[in-house]
């Protein structure tokens, strides 16, 4: 009896055996060929999201670099227009960057009257005419162009202490999602002379047809400025490829601030030598003033004599080429 049932026992785990491997070598082939056709699809479904991923970084590195080559170019074609465009400034531009509203012949009439009038004043003082001639032509081609350069100066600086206002305005109007024109606007309302007008004369050419970059190019002849140049060279670029116009000119405006800043700094630690300079340069006519007044038969023949003359005019050459020489080494370019 308990034979039997050991026998019974043995069959059935054999006839188990049997079954489970005839199901393992049917069934297992089909499991594993479709667990491996699942992985090679994930792996293939893998590789072309890495595919896909390196198209899309591949394509926005040719952007990139398609967009900094049209950069290049535009800034290559705006070099060369300027170069083409870069000539001998004339009288008559001067007197437009100096902000004088004359003419040509009428600065050429006042330059004459100053050089007539600087002669005379040199025959007064008892002279001979060949050097009251050479003080009249001196004074007539130096003195108006020197006012004139001073002027010029005088107004650039003027600009350039407004204009960095002027592009904070235009920087936030951006931001806040207003037209560069309407900024431009805003600018030439609220800004006081220079930066005004000069915004107000870009408005104006655009209400006759002139595009933007052009009007700033024009404002730069006016205003002849690194600031205003770097500014139309970003707006142009800005219009023709693309571009944070905002994050660019707040750059400018940081730079302009800067600037400031140091200019200031420079001017504290050279106000020392530059009051040096002006106490050595105010000597001599100092002195020569108190011997006039304590002595003067004895200091008259400077100028009453013909050598007393040529020694004070080698004496005033000398002197003006000393102060020369001391204003070059005072000044610092920044």
């Given at each position: 009896?308990?034979?039997?049932?050991?026998?019974?026992?043995?069959?059935?785990?054999?006839?188990?055996?049997?079954?489970?491997?005839?199901?393992?070598v049917l069934i297992y082939p089909l499991l594993s060929g479709e667990a491996q056709a699942n992985k090679?699809?994930?792996?293939?479904?893998?590789?072309?999201?890495?595919?896909?991923?390196r198209a899309a970084a591949n394509l926005e590195a040719q952007g990139r670099d398609q967009r900094r080559k049209q950069?290049?170019?535009?800034?290559?074609?705006?070099?060369?227009?300027?170069?083409?465009?870069?000539?001998?400034?004339?009288?008559?531009?001067?007197?437009?960057?100096?902000?004088?509203?004359?003419s040509v012949k009428v600065f050429w009439a006042l330059s004459i009257v100053c050089g007539l009038f600087t002669g005379l004043l040199i025959l007064i003082t008892g002279f001979q005419?060949?050097?009251?001639?050479?003080?009249?032509?001196?004074?007539c081609l130096g003195i108006p162009r020197w006012v004139l350069k001073f002027l010029k100066k005088r107004r650039q600086n003027k600009f350039l202490a407004e204009f960095?206002?002027?592009?904070?305005?235009?920087?936030?109007?951006?931001?806040?999602?207003?037209?560069?024109?309407?900024?431009?606007?805003?600018?030439?309302?609220?800004?006081?002379?220079?930066?005004?007008?000069e915004f107000q004369?870009?408005?104006?050419?655009?209400?006759?047809?002139?595009?933007?970059?052009?009007?700033?190019?024009r404002m730069f002849e006016r205003m002849p400025l690194a600031e205003v140049n770097f500014m139309s060279i970003v707006v142009g670029i800005q219009q023709?490829?693309?571009?944070?116009?905002?994050?660019?000119?707040?750059?400018?405006?940081?730079?302009?601030?800067?600037?400031?800043?140091?200019?200031g700094k420079i001017k504290s630690m050279s106000q020392e030598a530059k009051s040096s300079a002006a106490i050595i340069g105010?000597?001599?006519p100092s002195i020569m003033i108190l011997v006039f007044i304590t002595s003067p038969n004895y200091i008259s023949l400077l100028w009453t004599t013909e050598i007393g003359q040529m020694m004070l005019a080698g004496s005033a050459m000398w002197m003006f080429m000393g102060v020369m020489v001391m204003r070059k080494m005072i000044n610092f370019d920044f």
């Open positions: 009896m308990f034979g039997d049932t050991l026998i019974i026992i043995a069959v059935a785990f054999m006839a188990a055996i049997s079954v489970g491997g005839i199901a393992y090679r699809m994930a792996r293939v479904a893998g590789g072309q999201g890495g595919r896909a991923k950069m290049q170019k535009t800034l290559i074609e705006m070099e060369q227009n300027h170069k083409k465009k870069k000539k001998r400034v004339t009288l008559a531009m001067s007197l437009t960057q100096a902000g004088l509203d004359i005419w060949q050097i009251a001639a050479a003080a009249a032509f001196a004074a960095a206002n002027a592009i904070d305005v235009i920087v936030r109007g951006i931001k806040a999602g207003l037209p560069v024109n309407d900024t431009l606007k805003v600018i030439a309302l609220e800004s006081p002379d220079p930066v005004g007008p004369a870009v408005i104006d050419g655009q209400k006759l047809g002139v595009p933007l970059d052009q009007g700033l190019e023709r490829t693309g571009g944070n116009l905002g994050e660019a000119l707040g750059n400018l405006s940081k730079v302009l601030r800067d600037r400031k800043k140091m200019q105010a000597l001599p």
